[in-house]
């Protein structure tokens, strides 16, 4: 029987149903497991045990009132820097933001709230949500659980390893480039990222707007969907965000929807670069649905050797202008050193990022500068849009789509720290997605002879989610590895 803070959303919401066990004990036994190995484990930035306590009491009142509550309710689910939680810290794990104080919710963490979820503790996350390892906090590098002295990915990397640790029942991350599935599959996890739109940006603090989504992290595909089940929503403080299509009784659909479906391979995905125990992995993962009765067909995405370098284009242009908000005027980081209006913007953004925000922020400018727009960011939509087709054209043959999550395990920390290009190609098989505005999830699918965990990637159609859920579900119920937890 696991412990109590690795069980799931599922089986705690019955448990605390049945009256076997309160929201406040459960609370207090997560709060008890963070504080024995986050000092090992550094996945939280800061974490308000007494407010997580008092929300937990209001939970257990309303359950002995006899009120109707969600699964969630009483659940603690931990919150990555970049989610303004009112009363918290709101610091993207920058000096940029060091002091400040969110005065709101997001919308996410909103609907979590009306839903009776604890909104628990604020998580380590690459600076502005840009990277791929989490070595890129200003103030703390987050360590895999699996092994403490490997990467959790990125840059939701805090997230993810939180999770795997049992310091939260769930967590929210955001996926720019994979920023969910990517350190999901690298610590053991489930890891989703939503269709764009399907969950509301407001109260995310932007990276690249076309691009991010707010999406969780669970044990289970089925805890994934009741998370985004509260989640989604068109939201009016959100134009980029739409109102629910199709099916999205998730859960439900988890037991209706058995297969056999057809599953398309991409070759594009097992060539030069990929691990081979990765590869090895995945391979077993596709030979396991064959042995189920679905169809396998080898399907080609032409323009995917290009997702990265469009993806750095457009990602980079967006936080040039995104983060120019960030001028040591309002409510961020203001240098002591500054003479005039000049050094303040200046010396306060200089003091204020670090290396890999200004590289970005220095890319995404040359690209959006006068003469380099059409050459650049104007051909990389136009390459964005070829990727889109790629995945429309194979969708017409397929259900969904199987492919790696991550090329690597956990790498050992620093040991990319001084080339950022081989840091930039752990997204490689992650980026087209976000590119395309697809919907995908990342499951553990095993572990590599060193004992790191490796996970599949399922992309669904846009909107598809329910058919994505249903063949992650399937795939998980037939194995073990996501029960599998550290010895921390």
Known sequence: MPETYFKTIAELSAVLEAGELTSVQLTQAVIDRTAAVDEKVK????????DALAQAKASDERRAAGKALSKLDGIPVGIKDVLAVKDQPLGCASKMLENYVSPYDATCVAKLREAGAIIWGRLNMDEFAMGSSTENSAHQTTANPWDLETIPGGSSGGSAAALAAGEAIATLGT???????????????VGMKPTYGMVSRYGLVAFAS???QVGPFARTVEDAAILLEAMLGKDDLDSTSIAPQGDTDYA??????????????????????????????????????????CEIVDISLPHS???????????TAEASSNLARFDGVRYSHRSEEAKDALTLFTKSRGEGFGDEVKRRIILGTYVLSSGYYDAYYKRAQKVRRLILGDFEKAF??????LTPTSPTPAFKRGERADDPLAMYLSDVYTISVNLAGLPAISVPSGFTESGLPVGLQVIGKAFGEADMFAVAHAFEQGHDYHKQTPNL
Request: some cysteine.
């Open 305 to 315: 050797d290009l997702a990265v370098p469009v993806y750095y284009i457009v990602a």
């Open 396 to 401: 017409e043959q397929v259900d969904a789509i």
């Open 43 to 50: 996945a939280f930035l800061s974490y308000d045990a007494g």
């Open 175 to 189: 996926d720019t480039g994979g920023s969910i599935r990517q350190p999901a599959a690298l610590c053991g996890v």
């Open 210 to 212: 076309s691009l991010d």
């Open 252 to 293: 439900a659909a988890l037991k209706e929807k058995k297969g056999p479906w057809k599953l398309g391979v991409p070759r594009e995905f097992f060539g030069e670069g990929i691990d081979p125990e990765v590869k090895a992995n995945i391979e077993q993962a596709i030979d396991w649905y064959k042995s189920q009765g």
